[in-house]
């Protein structure tokens, strides 16, 4: 079974200071990865995903995310933070079994941000 | 655009009462997923129904059950309800069988036990 692991559990930074969250999993075949973001009392919302190509990937509000294989890793970075950017960062991945399959993703523990003004 | 609609928002209930959830995804996906949120945790798969049956099981206590109904609404029933199952009740849809792992996440369904 794979497993996800979000290096940091708390963050706190300063507007304008540049964040990197870790993100390692572990599965040895072929996955597709994900960060959702929530909001304080909202639900999970898709930030970026990776399915295959480019492993640089874009997503919403500036945020971006590096996909390692060698490294196990998808890491999310923004250049500048901004205090709306306070929130919980899931990171998320999902197997792709030769059967292909409808279970769930495999969530990290989350990483708490904080930015303060 | 649509998206994953789940009632109540919140429900209050006592130790050993019964609770129902229920879950609509968006038109047209076929798979529907229960996830639970603990305080300060992370959401942890519970279920998961394709085309009307269950397709993966994850970490249900055997006091819930959940099934997936002819128009695609999900309802999620737990029975003798513990104060451990307080926790925010996410469900999420996806829309094809050979899943990307792209989940629609609804705005939960927040159950408090006393």
């Known amino acids: 079974a794979q497993s996800v692991s979000q290096h940091n559990h708390h963050v706190i930074l300063s507007e304008a200071a540049s964040l990197e969250l870790g993100c390692n999993y572990s599965?040895?075949?072929?996955?597709?990865l994900f960060w959702y973001v929530q909001y304080p009392g909202q639900h999970l919302q898709l930030l970026l995903k990776?399915?295959?190509?480019?492993?640089l990937v874009k997503g919403i509000k500036g945020f971006e995310a590096e996909f390692i294989k060698s490294k196990f890793s998808f890491n999310l970075r923004k250049p500048s933070v901004q205090w709306s950017d306070t929130a919980e960062y899931f990171c998320?991945?999902?197997?792709?079994?030769?059967?292909?399959?409808?279970?769930?993703?495999?969530f990290g523990k989350g990483t708490h941000l904080i930015i303060q003004p | 655009a649509a998206g994953v609609i789940q009632s109540p928002r919140h429900l209050i209930k006592e130790k050993r009462e019964t609770a129902t959830l229920k879950c609509y995804p968006i038109?047209?996906?076929?798979?529907v997923y229960w996830y639970q949120q603990g305080p300060g945790q992370d959401p942890q798969f519970l279920i998961s129904?394709?085309?009307?049956?269950?397709?993966d099981k994850g970490s249900i206590p055997d006091r819930f059950s959940a099934q997936q109904f002819s128009d695609y609404h999900s309802e999620l029933n737990m029975s003798s309800l513990e104060l451990g199952d307080s926790a925010l009740y996410f469900c999420?849809?996806?829309?094809?069988?050979?899943?990307?792992?792209?989940?629609?996440f609804g705005e939960g369904s927040r159950l408090t036990v006393l």
């Open positions: 038109p047209r996906h076929d798979t």
């Open positions: 599965y040895g075949g072929t996955v597709n």
């Open positions: 990776y399915f295959s190509g480019d492993p």
């Open positions: 998320a991945v999902h197997a792709l079994y030769s059967g292909g399959g409808a279970d769930g993703l495999t």
């Open positions: 999420a849809s996806s829309g094809n069988r050979v899943s990307t792992g792209e989940l629609f």
């Open positions: 129904f394709y085309e009307k049956m269950q397709s």
